[in-house]
């Protein structure tokens, strides 16, 4: 791969999409743009594999690459929609667009209506507990695999998973209590 | 909508939050190599020439290429400059003396016009 052999590319993509895929779609919550990402980040794997001398495990890496482009889109999207409401607010624009309602691929038909109310819970968190509570709960990651990736010790992962949890918990009950 | 479920909100929340363990991992839409090999040769072909001119062993290679040909280019201008200088005195010299009838006649001429 090192050497730009193309069909080691292709067996790394082959390996690694489907969990490319499902980290980048938990964090952005799109599915167009979730794909759009994990092309990048396997551009990106291209490019710089050269630059990857194996301290770490090469999974750990990869799934640096694409929280930290996950990242990159959702501060991107969060600004796009600040100003989009500035301007509907000023008046320059059309009325904002209601919020489009995100379902994961993965979610079974019943849990479906609960999931979305997760999902959109989840996007209020802080980035680190987002991201600790995505590979965690949505990759099925341990903490120490986690707390790897994120370059944080067990015992930060662990207290990010409670205050995400506790946020949860408070943004799904006021949700309820309709304030 | 959840407010009419019927639950308590915790009991409800709760059921939320274990949703997660039910979900499965989402898998990526077929083909995506083929759409992804399809980007990479848009936006990176074979040789990036950008990258290239980055590279300090080319762009030398390239500056004395360009000197050796400018000074060659110079060099031959130079002396075809000369030759036509040369060439152009020599014609005007003999237009002159023909003008003037400078030219000296042989001794095999002077003897035909006797």
């Known amino acids: ?179 | 909508m959840p407010t009419n479920s019927g639950f308590p909100p915790d009991e409800e929340v709760d059921k939320i939050l274990n949703s997660v363990q039910d979900i499965q991992r989402a898998e990526m839409p077929a083909f995506f190599y083929t759409r992804l090999e399809a980007r990479m040769q848009k936006n990176l072909p074979g040789v990036s020439y950008g990258s290239l001119l980055t590279k300090p062993v080319f762009s030398i290679l390239m500056l004395c290429l360009l000197l050796v040909l400018n000074i060659t280019v110079m060099i031959r201008y130079i002396r075809s400059d000369e030759r036509q200088i040369v060439n152009n005195t020599s014609e005007g010299v003999q237009v002159v003396a023909q003008e003037f009838n400078l030219t000296v006649s042989s001794v095999y001429n002077e003897k035909t016009i006797k």
């Open chain 1, 1 to 179: 791969m090192q050497k730009g052999d193309s069909g080691a590319f292709r067996h790394l993509v082959d390996t690694w999409q489907h969990m490319v895929y499902n980290t980048v779609l938990s964090i952005v919550q799109d599915i167009q743009e979730a794909e759009d990402i994990a092309q990048e980040v396997f551009i990106q794997i291209f490019q710089s594999i050269g630059s990857f001398r194996g301290d770490a495990k090469l999974s750990t890496w990869i799934y640096r690459i694409a929280v930290s482009r996950s990242l990159d889109a959702v501060r991107k999207s969060k600004s796009k929609k600040m100003l989009t409401n500035l301007k509907s607010k000023l008046g320059l624009s059309d009325k904002e667009k209601s919020a489009i309602h995100f379902y994961h691929p993965g979610v079974q038909a019943e849990n479906k209506e609960r999931s979305e109310l997760l999902f959109r819970a989840m996007e209020k968190l802080p980035e680190n507990q987002r991201i600790a509570f995505v590979l965690i709960k949505l990759e099925g990651l341990g903490y120490a695999d986690t707390a790897e990736i994120m370059k944080l010790t067990i015992k930060s992962v662990e207290a990010l998973m409670h205050r995400a949890k506790e946020n949860l918990r408070k943004e799904l009950t006021s949700y309820y209590y309709g304030k």
